[in-house]
Each structure stands twice: as structure tokens, then as C-alpha cells.
């Protein structure tokens, strides 16, 4: 018997047999330590990959930047983030940045090495906690990226930034919240400003598949949640913006299926697929953490996906 593969998944093939090694990375001693630390969400890989990174980035700080911290932007007394952005912007692309932590942990400070790195870079750079499981529940985490972004069309002009040209960005747990918003028009604000989405690493895109931790998924989703209507691979219509989708090289399997199946939704959406990126010889902690060192080829990755749908939006206005 022959096997057909539809178009889409005949160019997804293509584009994931291409070699990532052929881009090139400034800090080979860093990568090949991470080589030996393993795909798998072990805590040696995670603990190694953070104090790696963490020695790297010491004595980082907020020299040349202008920053407001904790700005309350909803009641509950996770609803905070933090603005990052050159001195004397204005009228900038701006990015909202939404952290992982499996829907249960995580802070905005854990990516505040990303938010600098795109502050300098001249991004109005924003970080948000949200409200995490098992306090919260499907679709919180999303409904916080929404009043987010309702705070940050009336204010975040006071700091620079342009309201008109957000692009929202979210690692792992938070690419499942941005993909909830964006997707899913019945949690969207009109006028939200928001002009490009990056999924990077997306976990449980389609909740009916194989999950990293599903008895962790279980907090956030629900016991018994509809698994299909939770499934943001089935919602990908609601709204038809211009999407990146991002992974490490060295991702967990799970995390390779879930990115697959969230790309092959958005190719059967459109005909073709979206943009797609990796960052050579990371995982799914370093894809993050490593903002902020010489290794800047995935960043100039998202920031030139950013600088376009600025200058797009802007011939549209």
C-alpha cells in the first residue's frame, strides 16, 4: 500500500531535513556543552542548561535602558509586567514576551535577558506574568495575554512604543496562551495592535497527542476538558495574522511532534507554510536563555520577523 502525504506535509519534510548546521553561532564552547547535556526535560538538562547560561550572563543589567517594573495591568496580583526600552524611544515596534514554565511556574524575570537583548536592539521590549495552574485554568493564561495588551494599547505610548504594531511572543507554555489569543476569536480585543505572532517550542498544540507532562497538563487543561476544542491546532482559523514558528535543534521528541503538528495546521490553513526557524544546537531551555550572549543568530532571526511586520503595518496605515 502507498502512503500519500498531503502538500503541506511534503514541505514540512523538506524544510526539516535541511541542515541547521549550516548557521553559525559565536559561542561553540557554550553549544557543545549543551551537547552533552541531552534532549530530554531531565533535571540534569535543565539545571545545566540554567547555570550555563546563568555564568554567562552575571553582572547583566538595565544600563541604557528606560524601565518601568511592575505595572499592574489586571486584579489579580500575578496581572504585572515590566517595560524595557531605549532611552528616548518613541514610536517603536513593541513585543510582548510571555514566559513557559509548564502552567504552573515561571516569572517574567526568567526572560528578562530576552527583554534586554530586544530593548537594544530598538524594541520596546514587555514582560508579563500571568496566572498559572492549578490557581488557574484553560484559558487564563490567554484571557492575561488579552488584558495585556488591552493595557498596552492605552499606555504603552508613554514608553515608547507604538500600539499599533505589537508582536506577541511566547516559549513554550507561553506559545500555548499566545496561540490561545491570537487564534481564538472569542478571547481577541478589537484593536489589539497586534500584528505578528512567534510560537516557540509550542508543547501540547494538539492536546490529543502524546504531552511532555500530562499529569502537569492535566492542572491547566483540566480533567475533563474537550481535548479537541482545547486544541489550538483546531482553532488556527480564528485569525489570520503572520505567524513564526521556532524550536531548538535539540528539542525533547514531544515537543518535535507538538511543533510539527502546529506547523502542519497553519500550512493546511494557508496553502504553504508559515515561517519557520531554529536555533542551531539548542534546547528547550537554551532556545530562551541565551539571549544576551555573543550567539545572536536566532534573535536576529525573530527581530527580522519583528522589523518586517513593523514595516509592513506601517505601509498599510
Known sequence: MTTR?????????????????????????????????????????????????????????????????????G????????????????????????????FVRGDKGDIVNMARWFARQGVVAVTMNYRLAPAAHWPAGAEDVGAALGWLSAHVAEHGGDPSKIVVIGDSAGAMHVADYVFRE?????GDGVIGAVL????????????????????????KGDRAAQSVVGAVAGREIPVM????QNEPD??????????????????????????????????????????DTFGRDLLGFVTLQALLAGQEG
Request: no cysteine; charged share 20%.
Open 5 to 73: 502525504l498531503s502538500l503541506p506535509a511534503l514541505m514540512l519534510a523538506a524544510v526539516l531535513a535541511l541542515p541547521v548546521s549550516a548557521q553559525i553561532t559565536d559561542t561553540p564552547e557554550a553549544l557543545a556543552a549543551l551537547q552533552g547535556l541531552g534532549r530530554e526535560m531531565s533535571r540534569e538538562m535543565v539545571g545545566g542548561t540554567m547555570k550555563l547560561y546563568g555564568q554567562m550572563l552575571a553582572g547583566a543589567d538595565d544600563a541604557g535602558l528606560a524601565v518601568a517594573a511592575d505595572q499592574p495591568y
Open 200 to 223: 516557540i517550542s509550542p508543547p501540547v498544540a494538539d492536546l490529543r497527542a502524546r504531552a511532555l507532562d500530562p499529569e502537569r497538563d492535566l492542572l491547566y487543561y483540566g480533567a
Open 254 to 295: 514531544v515537543i518535535i511532534d507538538q511543533t510539527r503538528r502546529m506547523i502542519e495546521a497553519l500550512a493546511e490553513r494557508d496553502g504553504r507554510l508559515p515561517l519557520i526557524v531554529s536555533a542551531p544546537g539548542h534546547n528547550h531551555i537554551s532556545i530562551v536563555s541565551h539571549f544576551g550572549t555573543a550567539d
Open 245 to 248: 514558528i521556532a524550536y531548538a
Open 75 to 102: 486584579p489579580d496580583a500575578r496581572n504585572l509586567l515590566d517595560l524595557r526600552a531605549p532611552e528616548g524611544a518613541a514610536a517603536l515596534p513593541v513585543v510582548l514576551l510571555v514566559h513557559g514554565g509548564g
Open 186 to 190: 472569542e478571547l481577541q480585543h478589537a
